[in-house]
């Protein structure tokens, strides 16, 4: 093969890796990612500058987004002639042509000059075609509808209400869900205008769209959103879920995390999907993620209200338990720790507004509060407490404290840990200090009424007696001593393999 030849698949080889690196800006799951994902990209500069455009025609709206910030990342004096150009050039799509100009505007700061602003193609038809197609792409992948929201919404306000009248004007009743996506990451302005838009679908998808905005809305905003489902309620609107919904909830573990299951199998099938939430007892939610079309034996068999399945996680060792709740006490859970998380003014994760059509549409799965059981502390002795941190729902319970390891660092090299020496006893008195004594409080209440849906009554009690120890700065109770010994152990692990 001659040295030519040899230059041209070279070139190509290079071509296709920069388009392939650019297309998966359209996978990303962050702008944090897709930035550095971008600044390697854009050091390829010509080859990264053919790549973007070509795919400014794309109706990946993470994508275009993703092209903003790669944009952003090359040199002005290549990009903005290049996008201005494609933006004038009546031969390229609509759809690409608007897209050199959003990233103009809103990614390089440019101003249109008024000449290229008459030639641009009519915004709206544009806007419809590229909601027309985010339904589309929804069918197989509802993700597009969290990102068709996220990147309306980084638009001028002037620009989401033009794309808003323009939704509003489409036919297809799954328009709903797009309207739901775009009111749950807006703010209460944003929401009272969608809601009557809803509202006017006479559909059951409108109806399972407010059901899930009602749980997405901050509070004083879902009686509004409850006065649009009443209405379509009135109007003969139904939902009629199809499907059974199970729950499934870990104990909790010393950082304060538990996870939460929703299995949604329809009737009639050999899949199910499945809603995995990492709840917090300070920060609410965590994170949610969800998966369709599982196989029904991949998943833990149908069980009895309390019963804990024992789960092998990955390929460890190690199984976690998890015990089958009364639905609406896990989607009370939920709303729960969505109240916690919306004073944190995060958006919510998509799984949750895409998938909340399966987790709360159920008429017949009314979401309560959890009501906390009244379970009474019990008396019990040293080895009982022991017995209970080795409880497999403890079996996460060590904590990874600075100050434990500064306790350690100020140790004499060679000093043998011992139970019931002074290091010992300072640990546990630190474990019952307030700044760690609250948390560990609460989640030991926590873990008492997982025991308890669990009906592991006698170690619910134990839990709930520990539980005072800390909350009355018990050092020399026996469970916070165990506790305190264990972290100890851990610590001096950690330090030894450090120094290897």
């Known amino acids: 093969m001659s040295e030519a030849n040899d230059r041209v698949i070279r070139s190509f080889s290079e071509r296709l890796a920069v388009e392939q690196q650019v297309r998966a800006l359209g996978e990303s799951t962050s702008v944090e990612e897709q930035r550095k994902m971008a600044v390697e990209i854009a050091r390829q500069e010509d080859l990264a500058l053919s790549a973007l455009l070509r795919q400014l025609d794309t109706d990946n709206a993470a994508l275009r987004g993703g092209l903003g910030v790669l944009a952003s990342q090359m040199d002005a004096g290549l990009i903005i002639p290049a996008l201005r150009r494609v933006a004038a050039d009546t031969r390229r799509s609509d759809e690409a042509r608007l897209t050199a100009v959003m990233i103009l505007e809103r990614h390089l700061g440019q101003i249109l000059d008024p000449e290229l602003t008459r030639i641009l193609p009519d915004p709206s038809s544009v806007a419809r075609q590229s909601a027309l197609q985010a339904l589309a792409l929804a069918q197989e992948n509802p993700q597009i509808l969290a990102e068709y929201a996220l990147q309306l919404l980084a638009e001028p306000p002037e620009t989401v209400q033009a794309v808003l009248s323009v939704i509003n004007g489409i036919e297809d009743p799954a328009r709903a869900r797009l309207l739901l996506a775009i009111a749950s990451y807006g703010n209460a302005a944003l929401v009272a205008q969608i809601l009557p838009m809803m509202g006017s679908i006479r559909h059951p998808l409108a109806l399972e769209s407010l059901q899930t905005l009602e749980h997405l809305v901050a509070a004083p905003l879902r009686e509004a959103v409850q006065r649009q489902t009443r209405k379509l309620r009135l109007a003969g609107i139904r939902v009629h879920p199809d499907f059974n919904l199970r729950a499934l909830l870990s104990p909790i573990n010393a950082q304060g995390q538990s996870l939460l299951w929703f299995i949604h199998l329809p009737a009639a099938a050999d899949r199910a999907n499945l809603l995995a939430v990492v709840l917090h007892d300070r920060m609410g939610l965590l994170s949610a993620e969800a998966q369709s ?38 989607l009370g859970l939920l709303d729960r720790a969505m109240e916690i998380m919306s004073e944190t003014n995060l958006p919510w994760p998509s799984a949750l507004v895409v998938d909340g059509h399966w987790l709360w549409s159920g008429n017949d799965i009314s979401p309560h509060e959890w009501q906390d059981p009244p379970i009474e502390p019990a008396a019990g002795t040293p080895d009982d407490f022991m017995a209970l941190l080795q409880h497999d729902a403890f079996a996460s319970w060590v904590l990874d404290l600075a100050e434990v390891d500064d306790l350690l660092a100020l140790q004499s090299p060679g000093h043998l840990l011992r139970q019931d020496d002074d290091l010992h ?43 005072k ?32």
């Open 469 to 500: 120890a800390f909350e009355q700065g018990d050092a020399d109770h026996p469970f916070v001593n165990a506790l305190a010994w264990r972290s100890l152990l851990a610590a001096t692990d950690r330090r030894a393999r450090s120094r290897r």
């Open 293 to 330: 079309g599982l196989h029904l034996s991949g998943l833990p068999v149908p069980s009895a209200k309390g019963y804990v399945h024992r789960l092998r996680v990955m390929r460890s060792h190690y199984f976690m338990r998890m015990v089958e709740l009364i639905p609406a006490v896990g």
């Open 425 to 467: 006893k300072q640990v546990a008195r630190f474990l019952v200090s307030a700044e760690t004594a609250i948390p560990l409080s609460r989640r030991l209440r926590w873990q008492a009424m997982w025991l308890h849906a669990s009906g592991d009554i006698a170690n619910a009690r134990l839990a709930m007696t520990a539980q």
